[in-house]
C-alpha cells in the first residue's frame, strides 16, 4: 500500500504575491494597464476607482515594479502608465483567477437545507 505524501505548502510567495496585488483594486487596474487604458483618467473611467483610491494603487504598483510611469505633459504635469515584464506577467493568472471566479463563485449559494442564499460576488 502506498501512502502519498505532499510537501508542505510554502506559503510565503502566496502571501507576498496577495499583499501586492491581493486588494480590490489591483488587479482591475493592472487589466485596464493591459488593454490600453494608460493615462490616469483613463484608468478611473475604466476601473471606476475612487481618485484617491486610484493614486495610491498606482503609487504601489509603481513601487513594486509592476507598472512604470513616464511623462507625457510637463506642464502640468501628466502621466502615463505601463506594465512591466513582470505586470505582464500576471495578466494570464489574473485571467485565469476571473474565469475560475466566474465559474465558481458567482453562483448562488446554497445552504445545507437546500435553500438558496445570497450570491458570493
Do not use: K
Request: net charge positive.
Amino acid at each position: 500500500m502506498s501512502i502519498t505524501t505532499t510537501r508542505p505548502l510554502d506559503t510565503a510567495p502566496l502571501a507576498a504575491a496577495l499583499e501586492t496585488v491581493g486588494d480590490r483594486w489591483s488587479l482591475a487596474i493592472l487589466h485596464a494597464i493591459a488593454a490600453g487604458a494608460t493615462r490616469f483618467t483613463e484608468l478611473q473611467i475604466t476601473t471606476a476607482a475612487p481618485r484617491a483610491s486610484l493614486t495610491s494603487h498606482l503609487r504601489h504598483l509603481e513601487h513594486r515594479g509592476l507598472i512604470r510611469r513616464a511623462p507625457y505633459q510637463l506642464a502640468p504635469s501628466r502621466w502615463e502608465y505601463r506594465l512591466t515584464d513582470c505586470g505582464a506577467a500576471i495578466i494570464p493568472h489574473a485571467t485565469a483567477l476571473a474565469d475560475w471566479a466566474a465559474e465558481h463563485l458567482c453562483r448562488p449559494a446554497q445552504g445545507m437545507d437546500g435553500r438558496r442564499g445570497a450570491e458570493l460576488l
